[in-house]
T-cell receptor, first 110, second 113 residues
Framework: LAKTTQPISMDSYEGQEVNITCSHNNIATNDYITWYQQFPSQGPRFIIQGYKTKVTNEVASLFIPADRKSSTLSLPRVSLSDTAVYYCLVGDINTDKLIFGTGTRLQVFP | NAGVMQNPRHLVRRRGQEARLRCSPMKGHSHVYWYRQLPEEGLKFMVYLQKENIIDESGMPKERFSAEFPKEGPSILRIQQVVRGDSAAYFC???????????FGEGSWLTVV
């Protein structure tokens, strides 16, 4: 199982871009990189998933370098409602379970 | 399309009672996962099931905990003779058979008094 390492916490202000980097040095060939967002008392919410290069949706962008040993979740122009814990997961659910790390606690200030 | 549905959302049990948590996967999903989250901690994998099969139960406590996903009906996580340490949020997730993404329900909060 590919282990992930993320910063424990990050602070930002409204309107700023936030980049959260996740390290996964032993990622396997078939592994995908998936990010979830979790608010208190709620289930994790899927944000974005990628395999390589760049993926963008209406919520975020995911940057994955060629060696795939890290990935960066980019949240453009954060608001107070983006305050949450963000989890980076690496794995192939067709062969193994997804393991959650400790996540990154993002605090957005006005 | 309805998401992953879990019930009850909140459950209170006295020590020694049984707790049953139910999970209906998203439409078309045949794989179910259960995770547990203690207060202020991350999610811990418990069990992974397909219809009528337990694929991986490496995260399940050896005693008092069981899970099933019958051919018909929701997946059930059953905790017998609950103790205070079982108090936690239990999250269910589901996926397609050959999918790459799992989607979570809103969780069931178990409180043991």
């Amino acid at each position: 199982l590919a282990k992930t390492t993320q910063p424990i916490s990050m602070d930002s202000y409204e309107g700023q871009e936030v980049n959260i980097t996740c390290s996964h040095n032993n990622i396997a060939t078939n592994d995908y990189i998936t990010w979830y967002q979790q608010f208190p008392s709620q289930g994790p919410r899927f944000i974005i998933q990628g395999y390589k290069t760049k993926v963008t949706n209406e919520v975020a962008s995911l940057f994955i370098p060629a060696d795939r040993k890290s990935s960066t979740l980019s949240l453009p122009r954060v608001s107070l409602s983006d305050t949450a814990v963000y989890y980076c997961l690496v794995g192939d659910i067709n062969t193994d379970k997804l393991i959650f790390g400790t996540g990154t606690r993002l605090q957005v200030f006005p | 399309n309805a998401g992953v549905m879990q019930n009850p959302r909140h459950l209170v049990r006295r020590r020694g009672q049984e707790a049953r948590l139910r999970c209906s996967p998203m439409k078309g999903h045949s794989h179910v996962y259960w995770y547990r989250q203690l207060p202020e901690e991350g999610l811990k994998f418990m069990v992974y099931l397909q219809k009528e099969n337990i694929i991986d139960e490496s995260g399940m406590p050896k005693e008092r905990f069981s899970a099933e996903f019958p051919k018909e009906g929701p997946s059930i996580l059953r905790i017998q003779q609950v103790v205070r340490g079982d108090s936690a949020a239990y999250f269910c997730a589901s996926s397609f058979k050959d999918g790459n993404t799992i989607y979570f329900g809103e969780g069931s909060w178990l409180t043991v008094v």
